[in-house]
């Protein structure tokens, strides 16, 4: 609730918070919000952790701290009086592309829309926004999100640090983001790391470098997790030992199709233990390249790969076409 000096009792619009609130004695005592999500907006040269991030005026400092002030909201069910159930309401987080790389972030949003408000990730020029750790430290980002959709953001990691490390991606989108080694450090680890994926879409996303290469590019379902209901595409790997690793035990449903990926020695691998076919991803018209194996997959190829190119240093084949 606020106070509103020289706003004794009555009704009083806010147009910043679309927001029409009830006052006794300058103190507001209901609200009646007509949109329930609220934006955010960061700027790591203009803002600062004591402004509210309602404006560009007003803006944030840090990622973090609009993280922080979003998921606060979004658990009083948008700005309801009192705590509420209601733990779905939608905010939005605008991020400005400087020529400062944003601090890492070590929790994630759910149920949030992240803009990265600069130019193209592909580079390392100024306009870029930019998150992770200059040291080489910690993840460029690294937690959970459930419904989270994140555009246009280059995060970067180094030594045996990722770029992204996602315990947890559900009903979540990541589309137009690169992901690499920072401009000072050895290369990443992993450039974008899904532990469990559900739901998930990455989608014209890429691998870059500015030191070197991460050791692998995209790995999905490590670590025992799975990847169900998933779409990989038109996305653009590259690891200095693999680009594109699946090893889901499940992967119900799970596309891949239209993705260049290249490994110092593999290019896209599928691992999966599992003998299901219905429990194993589909790959569709991927382009795998690698020093030793283009593409490869453990279990059930011929039902569930269809126009790959898989290409190395010895054979260059299409693998399994159609009717194969």
């Known amino acids: 609730m606020k106070n509103v000096h020289a706003l004794k009792r009555g009704f009083h619009w806010s147009p910043e918070d679309q927001d029409l609130g009830i006052y006794v004695n300058g103190v507001q005592v ?14 790591n040269i203009t803002g ?6 309602r404006s560009w005026g007003s803006a944030f400092d840090q990622v973090s701290t609009a993280i922080t002030a979003s998921e606060a909201y979004r658990a009083e069910g948008g700005g309801a009086p009192t ?29 949030c829309d992240v803009y990265g408000v600069g130019a193209d990730p592909r580079g390392d020029g100024t306009g870029i926004v930019v998150l992770g750790d200059a040291a080489g430290s ?48 050895a290369a990443c ?47 653009m790997v590259y690891g200095s030992t ?6 889901g035990y499940l992967s119900n449903l799970t596309l891949f199709r239209n993705n260049v990926a290249y490994g110092g020695t593999t ?19 991927n382009f795998g390249s690698g020093a030793t194996t283009g593409m490869t997959m453990t279990n059930s ?3 569930h790969c269809m126009d790959n190119y898989s290409v190395s240093n010895a054979t260059s084949a299409v693998y399994y076409a159609l009717g194969a």
């Not at 159930?85 to 994630?108: E, M, P």
């Not at 290019?267 to 790959?283: C, E, K, Q, R």
Request: proline share 2%.
């Open 30 to 43: 209901a609200s009646y919000s007509e949109k329930a999500g609220r934006d955010y907006y960061v700027n």
């Open 48 to 53: 600062a952790s004591t402004n509210d991030g």
């Open 83 to 111: 705590v509420t159930t209601n733990d779905y309401v939608r905010n939005r987080i605008f991020v400005q592309g400087t020529g400062t790389t944003y601090t890492y972030i070590a929790a994630l949003p759910s149920y």
């Open 138 to 185: 910690y993840d460029g980002a690294a937690g959970s999100m459930r419904g989270t959709n994140i555009y246009n953001i280059q995060f970067v990691g180094a030594s045996t640090k990722y770029a992204m490390d996602l315990a947890v991606a559900y009903r979540s989108v990541i589309e137009n983001c690169t992901f690499g080694g920072n401009a000072s450090s």
């Open 189 to 235: 680890a992993i450039g974008l790391n899904v532990v469990s994926g559900s739901g998930l879409t990455v989608r014209n996303c890429a691998n870059i470098a500015h030191a070197a290469f991460p050791v692998i590019g995209f790995c999905f379902a490590s670590a025992g997790g799975n990847f169900n209901q998933c779409l990989v595409e038109d996305n």
């Open 242 to 247: 693999t680009g594109m690793s699946n090893a």
């Open 267 to 285: 290019g896209i691998s599928d691992t999966s233990a599992n003998t299901g076919d219905g429990a194993l991803a589909f790959y569709w018209k």
């Open 301 to 303: 190829p011929e039902r």
